[in-house]
């Protein structure tokens, strides 16, 4: 090959690489769709490695595990429904040690020898697991399977390097945006959903339940406002601070009873909302009662050498026969808390909509 041909070839290779490179990094600046961008990435990658099977990992902190976000090849169907310990296999190990573990030809080394053969179903002739870092954090693992490794330039191995970086910059970027929409959403004091979230969860799941393609045999959901009895006493008594970590210990509370199935708000002061999520009356009955019997048990504050009780005022709404839209499921379940409070407290009051006229009115509506 003549020099210039041969410049020609290392000319026409920079521009494909920075053509790749301006495609990704678009993608990352102009997109805050963390499955779009990773779909970009992978696409890049297939194109110029061109696996047989391939997979991005994704670390799970808490449970410290790997799970799929992206998969294909032959098992992807097994892949996407898989979950990896941390040290487990090939991807848990990269992920655990936070380095890459490339082996070109499978067949020329005897310990991945062994491997291969104790997983014939993986039909491995060459490994790239590449950990997907951002600082000293590692976010994922980028597995590839087959790529005749062996066949490419060394500088291949650095550009695939790069497309885990950028791949670390869109995990990385996703983690915050969550975090800030989480801390938008979220009341700092109980840890509970705010109010803003609660209106727009409500018509989330209306939506969600008028929609023909998903509407299920029995659409309906219920809502439970919960009045602290009393609290005003206990800042009186014992001051803000410790009302706070009152309200803190109760959202606790709530959280815990209502499990992942239902969502918790704090609507504001000491009272609180639940959307119990596909529940009807009577089901939605039996949580509220087993609600209030849990608060009413509690000993709350005895890591501040205090043992207060509380109780509360309950009332229940169901969507949609005590109200087919977001301010009147809200209004029924707001007056029922109120017919409690004026009952005697410490009770729950469930809606009729055959009594409608035992709907209380406030002095004033919140919810018009």
């Known amino acids: 090959m003549s020099e210039a041909r041969q410049f020609e070839t290392i000319d026409a290779r920079q521009l494909e690489s920075l053509r790749v490179f301006h495609e990704v990094a678009r993608a990352l600046t102009s997109n805050l769709d963390l499955d779009a961008v990773l779909r970009t990435i992978v696409r890049t990658m297939e194109e110029f490695f061109g696996p047989e099977q391939w997979s991005l990992l994704i670390v799970d902190e808490e449970a410290q595990e790997l799970y799929c976000a992206l ?10 429904n898989i979950r990896i310990k941390m040290n487990e296999g090939i991807a848990g190990r990269v992920a655990a040690i936070g380095q890459p573990l490339v082996i070109a030809d499978i067949g020329a080394d005897p310990m991945w020898s062994r491997y291969a053969a104790d997983h014939p179903d993986l039909n491995l002739q060459s490994i790239a697991s590449l950990p997907i870092r951002h600082g000293n954090r590692t976010l994922g693992v980028l597995q590839l ?6 066949l490419l330039p060394d500088s291949s191995m650095a550009f695939l390097r790069v497309l885990c970086d950028y791949a670390a910059i869109a995990l990385h970027n996703a983690a915050q945006v969550k975090l800030i929409h989480d801390l938008s959403i979220t009341d700092d004091c109980t840890g509970l959903f705010n109010a803003r979230y609660l209106y727009t969860s409500i018509e989330e799941e209306i939506a969600a339940l008028s929609d023909p393609q998903v509407r299920p045999i029995q659409p309906q959901f219920s809502l439970l406002f919960m009045d602290l009895d009393h609290f005003k006493s206990i800042n009186d008594t014992h001051g803000h601070l410790v009302g706070s970590r009152l309200l803190s210990e109760i959202g606790s509370l709530i959280k815990r009873i209502l499990g992942p199935q239902h969502v918790g708000f704090r609507y504001g002061g000491d009272e609180f909302v639940a959307l119990l999520r596909g529940l009807d009356k009577a089901t939605a009955t039996e949580l509220a009662l087993n609600l209030r019997e849990k608060l009413n048990e509690m000993r709350f504050l005895t ?21 087919d839209n977001m301010h009147a499921i809200i209004r029924s379940a707001d007056a029922m808390m109120y017919q409690a409070k004026a009952g005697g407290r410490d009770r729950l009051e469930v809606a009729n909509p055959d009594a409608p006229s035992a709907f209380p009115k406030p002095k004033t509506s919140r919810h018009s």
């Open 145 to 150: 399977h087959n790529s005749k490794l062996n």
């Open 71 to 80: 998969a294909a090849g032959a098992n992807d169907e097994e892949w996407r």
């Open 303 to 323: 890591a501040q050498d205090l043992s207060l009780t509380m109780t509360a005022s309950l009332g229940l709404a169901t969507y949609p026969e005590d109200g």
